[in-house]
């Protein structure tokens, strides 16, 4: 069963910190790998997408890293701002069979002044 | 702002009812896929359906359904409405069916609570 799955759960920095999120999955055989932004009752909004050839991908404060070896995957947010406060999930996607993509079930970032 | 928009914004049912909610995907895109996300939740894949077809359907039972209409919209019917069905209805417009990478545009959704 192809599974996404992410940590921490949940996250609390102070603004202007760091923070780095994590997913692991188990989808295979393996297409594309998606990190989405979700304010609190709106629709996510797509951050970076990763096929199996990149193993990095930037936008703008969002950096995903990409291990296909070992199936895991990073999303680091540098220098965070009030408005990074939502919840990020992670969307893997296979090939064939798999094409269907599996979410993840969210890590929650809040981001205090 | 993605181009697809859902209607109703909210909608507040009774068990055993009927709902109809709606999607306009954005221009050009000729796939539209439908998410469930509870509270809590990340989304759970409902189906897809790709030049009117259906295209492939989560683990979901037979009273969800749905249609895609020439204009590539799309609306999602959920018949004999039960407590667990309250949850953020998500629709996702994509120029194919994502077996790629293409990137997924989704709207606001429809909040749904079923009473």
């Known amino acids: 069963k192809n599974q996404v799955e992410q940590s921490p759960q949940s996250l609390i920095i102070l603004e202007g910190k760091n923070c780095t999120l994590q997913?692991?999955?188990?989808?295979?055989?393996?297409?594309?790998l998606r990190w989405y932004k979700q304010d609190t009752g709106r629709g996510p909004v797509s951050l970076t997408i990763?096929?199996?050839?990149?193993n990095t991908k930037s936008n703008g404060r969002y950096t995903a890293t990409l291990d296909a070896d070992t199936k895991q995957s990073s999303l680091h947010i540098t220098a965070s701002q009030l408005s990074d406060s939502a919840s990020y999930i992670c969307?893997?996607?296979?090939?064939?069979?798999?094409?269907?993509?599996?979410f993840g079930r969210g890590t929650s970032l809040i981001v205090h002044p | 702002e993605t181009g697809v928009t859902q209607s109703p914004t909210h909608l507040i049912k009774t068990r055993g009812q009927q709902v109809t909610l709606r999607c306009s995907s954005q221009?050009?895109?000729?796939?539209v896929s439908w998410y469930q996300q509870a509270l809590g939740q990340g989304p759970q894949f409902i189906f897809q359906?790709?030049?009117?077809?259906?295209?492939g359907r989560g683990n979901f039972p037979p009273r969800f359904s749905g249609l895609q209409f020439p204009n590539y919209s799309s609306e999602l019917n959920v018949n004999a409405l039960e407590l667990d069905d309250s949850a953020l209805y998500l629709c996702?417009?994509?120029?194919?069916?994502?077996?790629?990478?293409?990137?997924?545009?989704f709207g606001s959704g429809t909040q749904l609570s079923v009473l």
């Open positions: 996702a417009s994509s120029l194919g069916t994502g077996s790629r990478s293409e990137k997924l545009f």
């Open positions: 221009s050009g895109h000729n796939t």
């Open positions: 990763m096929t199996f050839s990149e």
């Open positions: 359906y790709y030049r009117e077809e259906e295209n």
């Open positions: 997913c692991n999955y188990t989808v295979s055989p393996f297409s594309n």
């Open positions: 969307v893997v996607s296979g090939t064939g069979g798999s094409y269907i993509p599996t």
